[in-house]
């Protein structure tokens, strides 16, 4: 069983703890060509550069719209673009990992495609002629910094997600827990709420529990990689890079002939983080 001290503390969780928890081997500042990125990995598939980027995005307000879009699309600057192509010359295929620690939100799916291939978006159909209930397809809107054929020198986009590899025992129990009994809940009034109440005031004592029995670990922290493929790239990332914790997104065609941007592959630990987002 994992120990407190098998994870790195709140706060310091990087792309080297993820090299590190899937005990892949890797150099810092590596000579590739001219440039030095961050990381040359040297993963289960072959050899993988990796140079992070961290975007600026500081809310002012507690209210209203912000594009996180934008932020993100820096990591195809000029000076990540010559990183990539220096690792395009040499074979080797080049991922820019976003991590989020100036800025005031973690990046989703959404700023990722949106900066890759194009903002998410849908189409149905209106006017004339069109269904009473038009059926809504998933568009990519614009086009995306490695759309065109431009940056093929970039494999894949990559965003970093520390998360607490156990908290997912304690989510569970404590479901499990309204589960049982949510049939013997009063009606919907003030004696349901009152019932619920005494069901939350129980959840401490089964983190208590599972913190006691070393199932539930407050300070535990792991890293995993949501990776965003780039299908026109000039080197592939192999599929086997990814870990068992990660996401991949790529591609996809579908039964209408066309194609869609999607989740196509889940590791097979991917349930420990996926839970606390249900």
Known sequence: MDGPDAYPSEGEATLADYLINRRIRFEYEPQIGTRHPDFLAHAPGGDVVLDVYEPVLRLHNSSGAFDAVKPVSGAFDDRKRKQAQAARHVGLPFVVVIGSANSDITYDWMAAVGALRGRPGV??????????????????????RTGGGENTSFSALAVLHPFNPTLWRLRLAQRELVRQHEPRLPPDDGNRIRALTEIYDRYSDIEADLTQRGLYIPRARRVRLSIYRNPNAAIPLPLTFAGVHDEQWDELPIADGSVVYCQVALGRDAREWQVLED
Request: hydrophobic share 40%; aromatic share 4%; glycine share 18%.
């Open 123 to 144: 189409s149905f159909a209106v006017g004339p002629g069109a269904p009473s209930e038009p059926k809504a397809t998933p568009v990519l809107v614009g086009v995306g």
